[in-house]
């Protein structure tokens, strides 16, 4: 299984960046799906998750800013970062869970003034 993120890259305070996360390597749709991030020298933390039934959930720094969705059926994930802060810089993980945890390479998001 394999979990490939896109889109990232740079954006403007206040702007916005959609990234996207596909799956692949397996038929079965993932039981939750989200995104962490991590900042350089700093532990990677939770951003937010999807669940199968499409309940979502936030980290509370990102909470009406981002929305987190998915394609159940072709495991892919998107999360769209709106009125991005300075702090929303970092790298993005793609985490996609069954009985296993899986993860994205990573992508970097930097957000400039």
């Known amino acids: 299984v394999r979990l490939t993120e896109s889109g990232g890259g740079l954006g403007q305070v206040g702007g916005s960046l959609k990234l996207s996360c596909v799956a692949s390597?397996?038929?079965?749709?993932?039981?939750?799906m989200g995104w962490y991030r991590q900042v350089p020298g700093h532990p990677r933390h939770f951003v937010a998750r999807i669940y199968l039934n499409g309940t979502a959930i936030y980290t509370e720094a990102v909470k009406g800013r981002f929305i987190i969705s998915r394609e159940n059926a072709e495991n892919i994930v998107w999360l769209q970062m709106n009125d991005l802060k300075l702090e929303d810089s970092a790298e993005y993980s793609c985490?996609?869970?069954?009985?296993?945890?899986?993860w994205g390479q990573g992508i970097r998001v930097t957000v400039s003034s």
């Open positions: 390597g397996t038929l079965a749709p993932f039981y939750s």
């Open positions: 985490h996609g869970k069954t009985q296993l945890d899986y």
